[in-house]
């Protein structure tokens, strides 16, 4: 018998990305997300959703563009203070000792810190009450030599970060079993 | 220096969650999804993305909602067989041994082995190239009693599933710090 918890924002697992922009003096910065996820296939579409208070929402409506980073668990404290702080009044990629670099295909840093990275142009707007939600469409995915594993990225190497409302952020923990596969015991 | 990896649907970590609908002959149905997450906080947001040619799409359209559910790995089989075969062939709660519960607020079914799960109505909808965007507004999270921790839910003993695009699924690993609380070593 469930047990009614309310109507929260709540889901299992959740992810921890950095979302990086150029504000209107150039200068980069990164805002925490929790609230996104891949939405499309094709076009490959990456959607965050930000406050509009939030100095990064004007910055990616501006540019019509932004990186989404995965970082790993060992720069858990960097993704937790992006989210704290403003990058009105703070250099988070300074303080944080992060670096931008200029993204090859859209107007938007990226952080070289963070094993994968993707290039998006806004590609769809959604107004949802607190938060717009900006879609984005990867140009580009980008990732360090050492996390490539042939055809796909090595999620053991990349070591992600999962956001855990209300309490600690997780590691990705080990494998249980082959996607597109391990189902197909049910099958009748 | 990072190397271009082509423009991939490809973020970490993402979720392996179950939507739950009832077909046009209200039988109770559920489709994996990896593209989707919470996307605002007020109302609670939660968006799911599908392929109009799913059989759920057409259920969730029809009954304007849907459930999402949070399954344990101990479901992985479960959760894997989900995304294989369609509904429109197969009672996929009888064939994966899954209980199948008429929600409170909605009219779709929640999965009762699933430690969590989340009854919603279609807010709103944005078509995305491949994938129709469903964002449901959360109007309860229902819970077992055991993963209950006083005012959050235990992501330890809900124990959900992260999917690894081309890979194998992992497990939620263990904590690394506080959130909203770790990075504030970083503020000068």
Chains 1, 2 share one sequence.
């Not at 939600?133 to 970060?161: H, Q, R, S």
Request: aromatic share 10%.
């Amino acid at each position: 018998m469930k047990k009614s918890f309310g109507a929260k924002p709540l889901a299992f697992p959740l992810p921890a990305y950095l979302v990086g922009t150029y504000d209107e003096s150039s200068k980069p910065n990164i805002i925490t997300s929790a609230w996104a996820g891949i939405l499309a296939s094709n076009p490959p579409c990456l959607g965050v959703s930000l406050r509009p208070a939030r100095y990064s929402h004007a910055a990616i409506v501006k540019n019509q563009a932004f990186t989404v980073n995965f970082p790993s668990s060992k720069l858990l404290a960097a993704v937790d203070f992006a989210g704290i702080v403003s990058g009105k009044n703070v250099d988070k990629f300074k303080d944080a000792a992060l670096t931008p670099i200029k993204s090859d295909l859209v107007n938007a840093p990226y952080v070289d810190e963070c094993p994968v990275v993707a290039e998006c142009r806004l590609y769809k707007t959604l107004e949802l009450g607190s938060h717009t939600l900006f879609v984005g469409e990867i140009l580009d995915i980008k990732a360090d030599e050492e996390v490539i594993l042939g055809a796909i990225l090595d999620i053991e190497k990349i070591d992600p970060l999962v956001f855990n409302y209300g309490g600690h952020y997780h590691k990705v923990g080990g494998p249980v079993g082959k996607g597109f596969s391990i189902g197909k015991s049910l099958i009748k």
